[in-house]
């Protein structure tokens, strides 16, 4: 796994824990003399639930330094929120998120389109960070130099009405091939439905008969590589392609 920012997380961490059980946040700034971390007031109304910067701390950062990233911590989920999600499309800068619990930072994670590429296996699952969408558009960038949409999500969105992934699927710039896998080329995509009335997976196939995807509901979350064959087909319900593929 690579590690984002890895200079500044003791000072990211002994900020989350000084914040508990509220949110944090605070700015990484690349200085002259390296990274450096600033602690920012949260300036939002109920900061238990939320953060917020104030114009003045960003202003500050950005006489020391150019901003990197942004960060805050949670307490009661390590992944990222729709809301966080929106802000960093909206800052157009990673976002990190510190998970406080028990007095102890249990995970520091990072996302957004400006760091360099995960890994595509070994990752643990972290909605809105790292799950099978953010798989699937990090190896349209990184193997296919294709950029897809983002489109911000609460967790567990499959288990509401909401037909997420496939009512965007066109508006990402995918056709659907077909519903058999006998038309599955390399770099196509499976679509699949597991344990809900609602399409809520997708991987590739990378070709040789490999499956890349990453899928939570297992004993090991990892996103992995695996044989094709060893996924239970009876769940895919398309076979997408990007047009641009």
Same mark, same amino acid.
């Given at each position: 796994?690579?590690v984002?920012?890895?200079?500044?997380?003791?000072?990211?961490?002994?900020h989350?824990?000084?914040?508990?059980?509220?949110?944090?946040?605070?700015?990484?700034?690349?200085?002259?003399?390296g990274?450096?971390?600033l602690?920012?007031t949260?300036?939002?109304?109920?900061?238990?639930n939320?953060?917020c910067?104030?114009q003045?701390?960003?202003? =500050?950062a950005e006489?020391?330094g %150019?901003?990197?990233?942004?960060?805050? &911590?949670?307490d009661r989920?390590?992944?990222?929120?729709?809301a966080?999600?929106?802000?960093?499309?909206?800052?157009?800068?990673?976002? =990190?998120?510190?998970?406080?619990?028990?007095?102890?930072?249990?995970?520091?994670?990072?996302?957004?389109?400006?760091l360099?590429?995960?890994d595509?296996?070994? %990752?643990?699952?972290?909605?809105?960070?790292?799950d099978?969408?953010?798989l699937?558009?990090?190896y349209h /960038?990184?193997?296919l130099g294709i950029?897809i949409? /983002?489109?911000?999500r609460?967790?567990?969105?499959? %288990?509401?009405?909401q037909?997420l992934?496939?009512?965007?699927i %066109?508006d990402a710039?995918?056709v #659907?091939?077909?519903?058999k896998?006998?038309?599955?080329?390399k770099?196509d995509?499976?679509?699949?439905?597991?344990?809900?009335?609602?399409?809520?997976?997708?991987?590739?196939?990378?070709?040789?008969?490999?499956l890349?995807?990453?899928?939570c509901m297992?004993s090991?979350s990892l &996103?992995?590589?695996e044989?094709?064959?060893?996924?239970?087909c009876s769940?895919?319900?398309h #076979?997408?392609?990007?047009? &641009?593929?």
């Amino acid at each position: 796994m690579k590690v984002y920012f890895e200079q500044v997380h003791d000072a990211i961490r002994d900020h989350a824990l000084q914040a508990a059980p509220n949110q944090m946040c605070g700015l990484i700034v690349q200085c002259d003399d390296g990274l450096k971390y600033l602690k920012c007031t949260n300036i939002a109304e109920d900061t238990y639930n939320n953060h917020c910067f104030s114009q003045g701390d960003l202003k =500050g950062a950005e006489t020391q330094g %150019r901003i990197v990233a942004r960060v805050h &911590s949670h307490d009661r989920m390590p992944h990222a929120s729709k809301a966080d999600m929106e802000e960093q499309i909206s800052s157009g800068l990673p976002c =990190g998120i510190a998970f406080v619990r028990g007095n102890v930072v249990q995970n520091l994670c990072f996302f957004g389109d400006r760091l360099p590429i995960q890994d595509y296996t070994g %990752r643990p699952f972290i909605h809105g960070v790292y799950d099978c969408y953010a798989l699937v558009r990090d190896y349209h /960038q990184g193997t296919l130099g294709i950029q897809i949409n /983002q489109y911000p999500r609460d967790n567990k969105w499959w %288990r509401t009405d909401q037909n997420l992934l496939f009512d965007n699927i %066109r508006d990402a710039g995918f056709v #659907i091939v077909d519903k058999k896998l006998d038309a599955i080329e390399k770099n196509d995509c499976i679509l699949a439905r597991i344990n809900a009335p609602f399409v809520n997976h997708c991987g590739v196939y990378t070709g040789e008969g490999m499956l890349l995807h990453h899928i939570c509901m297992r004993s090991s979350s990892l &996103s992995q590589a695996e044989p094709l064959d060893d996924f239970d087909c009876s769940k895919i319900t398309h #076979i997408v392609r990007h047009k &641009s593929a």
